[in-house]
């Protein structure tokens, strides 16, 4: 890690990186990163020292599902905890994002008041960031098929965040459940530990990875007649367990070998409406939980392991965070609320409209699968912004084929007719096709009051859904900079 | 604007009907979806699903084989439908592949049609040459060979083809693929960075009744002239000609997905690359 001398006017990076915010919010510029780019230019030391003073370090949260909520959810319990966190707000997930957030919290003499930082950073920008700051922990989620115009493929990605396990100097979780993910154990050095987060069997098959994706293709079968598609979920152990494993590059971490099953700190044992159980140490904790959807309860599991490792459960005593016991964190984890978009539900005119964030295959799947079919009225969204992907190939790759005994009752966005295509050839019943969002919104929560509506968005498309249904109703600041 | 459609229920899985002609004979087409487990990235998965429902809408009856390494090759085949992978994908098939590169050049010769994106595409080729010089051959269907680059060609693209008229889709790819003199490619793409190999405007390639093509999108959804172009020539090699059969339900429905694929196009052509 190269250390940064510091330069002669560090002393008051934090005055002028302040100036330049606040004149930067003053003119209108908006972006949020615009005062962290300064920043980097005039004292590119900034970000490892603020943060190297902090007692308890930094957690890096990464993956491609999920980093808002389960940064959101580390955060929220480390501060239940009596901790004092500071964590990046949604969204500036790059490194100029910390370093602007940064510059809102440090005070003029560039100190940080907090024991601890967690932050969530896109793959592609934990590597830059590890490179100026060895996190202690950091917890890597999974890999999967998203935003690849970006990253180039998923291998990819993976290499991506060894670099980050390489770089952790106290504790790694990983997913165990990712077989790409629990591979960069390998890359662990040495002194570092590694725990993993994982499922129980039952569960196991609700989370197919991108691989699984058309294992359900047994071989050499004749499916003339088979109404299901193509991307139907089989189960993981199929996956995990099999020859599946990529032939190992040179200096590549092995996969797990067939029929190994790793130990896990925590595992998400079962999940109910609200209510949920978590396995740790051979103990079992039953919750109630005010998350949605069963994707968010194991993000809720990879979020106990790091709080575990900060806290030094787990036979580690004596470090900071106090002496809290596995029921108190569970109890933190129960009063964890959905982040922006991840399954908040905004009231109109007494229907609840939950705002589902979907942006790749296997969230799309998960989502679906979370809710029974036959309860609500649905609705898709699809844009093609720069931050949804431009590319609507991934569509093909979800299947949807369990929305055919209710249909959907309205598509919108710029690629509504992309999506009402893809419905179409899922045999999918479609309402009705409106790429105008607002227009499209007003027609949606009109029909039938009483049945609960859910809505599936891309990332842009959701801010869009958002401000609609906001003048409809009263809804909350979306807290997100842009 | 707005559009209602109703009546969307699945034909192809209700009750077979389009699968026995006037005579109540059946006609099948065996379909070979080539490795779906480990070249099927980027939506390739749609291009079978479309076929599939078209066949049915024709009133012949899909037989979906899917053949992954090691699985038995299937005794008929009337088309061929390949995807793009990874590296890691395209390395894993190798072997496998490379003990069906007879059968499979028996099979072009022999006018199967077949679709290959992307991944597939190279490998029907002669080479391919990663950044790092390392060389993974092909079969040699098409010639054409391709070298790994450090540019990725990404986004939108709309190309042009006299048959086909304007294909729509979206490339993905850092290999940069050349023709051979006198090779056929699928279509021209204008400006530069773009198609084959950013420099001489062709893209994919052609050669008997087999298309290569980087286009994802996936491609046939919303190219139902090229899935209409696969099934005939299948249909007309299995049974001597092309003749739909189809009840006025499935005209209809036909008639309803061309129109959203109609408007799919359109919007999808307009979008920045």
């Known amino acids: ?482 | 604007m707005t559009q209602r459609t109703q009546g969307t229920k699945p034909m192809d899985e209700a009750n077979g009907a389009g699968q026995a002609g006037p005579l109540g004979q059946s006609r099948p087409i065996d379909v070979v979806s080539l490795y779906p487990k480990d070249m099927n990235i980027y939506g390739d998965w749609g291009n079978v699903l479309t076929i599939r429902r078209r066949l049915k809408l024709y009133g012949y009856e899909p037989r979906i084989h899917t053949y992954n390494q090691g699985d038995p090759w299937p005794e008929q085949v009337d088309m061929v439908l390949g995807g793009g992978g990874q590296d890691s994908g395209q390395e894993k098939i190798s072997d496998d592949f490379f003990k069906r590169a007879d059968t499979l050049r028996a099979l072009v010769a022999d006018d199967v049609p077949m679709l290959m994106i992307c991944g597939m595409y190279q490998l029907f080729g002669e080479y391919f040459e990663t950044i790092d010089g390392t060389r993974l051959d092909g079969i040699g269907v098409f010639g054409v060979y391709t070298e790994g680059r450090e540019q990725r060609m990404i986004g939108n693209l709309v190309e042009h083809s006299d048959q086909f008229g304007d294909i729509i889709g979206y490339e993905n790819h850092s290999g940069q693929t050349f023709l051979r003199d006198g090779v056929e490619p699928l279509g021209h793409v204008e400006g530069e960075g773009r198609g084959n190999n950013g420099e001489d405007g062709t893209e994919g390639a052609r050669v008997h009744n087999v298309i290569g093509t980087y286009m994802h999108g996936s491609l046939l959804p919303k190219n139902p002239k090229i899935s209409d172009f696969l099934i005939a020539a299948a249909a007309t090699r299995r049974y001597g000609e092309f003749r739909p059969w189809q009840e006025e339900g499935q005209k209809a429905e036909l008639a309803r997905i061309d129109e959203t694929a109609a408007n799919a196009r359109r919007v999808a052509a307009s979008r920045p690359r």
């Open chain 1, 1 to 482: 890690m190269p250390t940064t001398k510091k330069p002669w006017n560090a002393f008051a990076t934090p005055t002028i990186g302040k100036a330049v915010r606040g004149l930067s919010r003053l003119l209108r510029h908006g972006g949020s990163a615009f005062p962290g780019k300064v920043v980097e230019a005039i004292d590119p030391g900034f970000l490892a020292r603020t943060l190297g003073r902090l007692p308890q370090g930094v957690v890096l949260v990464s993956g491609t599902n999920g980093k808002t909520t389960t940064t959101r959810m580390v955060a929220s319990m480390l501060r239940d905890l009596g901790l004092r966190v500071f964590t990046n707000p949604t969204g500036s997930n790059f490194t100029r994002g910390v370093v602007s957030a940064l510059l809102t919290e440090v005070s003029a003499g560039g100190r940080l008041d907090a024991d601890i930082a967690v932050l969530e950073l896109d793959e592609a920008y934990a590597v830059h960031f590890v490179k100026q700051v060895k996190p202690r922990y950091a917890l890597l989620l999974n890999v999967m098929r998203d935003q690849l115009d970006r990253f180039g493929e998923i291998d990819n990605t993976a290499r991506l965040l060894g670099h980050v396990a390489e770089a952790t100097t106290g504790t790694v979780v990983l997913n165990r459940e990712d077989r790409r993910i629990a591979a960069l154990a390998g890359l662990v050095p040495e002194g570092t530990q590694v725990r993993y987060f994982g499922l129980s069997d039952d569960l196991r098959s609700l989370f197919p990875s991108d691989d699984e994706m058309h294992d359900g293709e047994t071989a050499g079968q004749t499916r003339a007649d088979d109404g299901a598609s193509g991307a139907a979920a089989s189960s993981v152990d199929g996956a995990a367990q099999s020859e599946d494993a990529p032939r190992p590059a040179a200096g590549q971490p092995q996969p797990d070998a067939p029929g190994s099953r790793r130990q896990a700190d925590v595992v998400l044992a079962s999940a109910g409406d609200h209510e949920a159980s978590f396995v740790m140490d051979g103990e079992e904790f039953d919750t109630t939980v005010r998350l949605e959807g069963v994707y968010n309860l194991f993000n809720a599991a990879a979020a106990l392991a790091v709080v575990r490792a900060v806290t030094g459960r787990r036979g580690e005593p004596g470090k900071a965070g106090g002496d809290a016991d596995d029921q108190a964190l569970v109890r933190a984890v129960s009063r964890v609320t959905p982040a922006f978009g991840r399954g908040e539900v905004i009231t109109v005119s007494g229907t609840p409209v939950e705002l589902l964030l979907v942006k790749n295959p296997m969230g799309f799947r998960l989502s679906l699968a979370s809710f029974a079919p036959g309860s609500h009225e649905t609705m898709i969204v699809i844009n093609d912004e720069y931050a949804d992907g431009r590319d609507m190939s991934w569509l093909w790759d979800v299947d949807f084929t369990s929305l055919r005994a209710t249909g959907v009752r309205q598509v919108s966005g710029v690629r509504a007719w992309d999506m009402a295509l893809r419905l179409e050839y899922d045999g999918v019943e479609v309402g009705r096709v409106d790429p105008d969002i607002p227009a499209a919104v007003r027609a949606f929560v009109d029909v039938d009051p009483a049945v609960p509506k859910h809505i599936y968005c891309t990332y842009t498309s959701m801010l869009q859904v958002r401000a609609a249904l906001g003048r409809l109703t009263q809804v909350a600041d979306a807290g997100v900079g842009r």
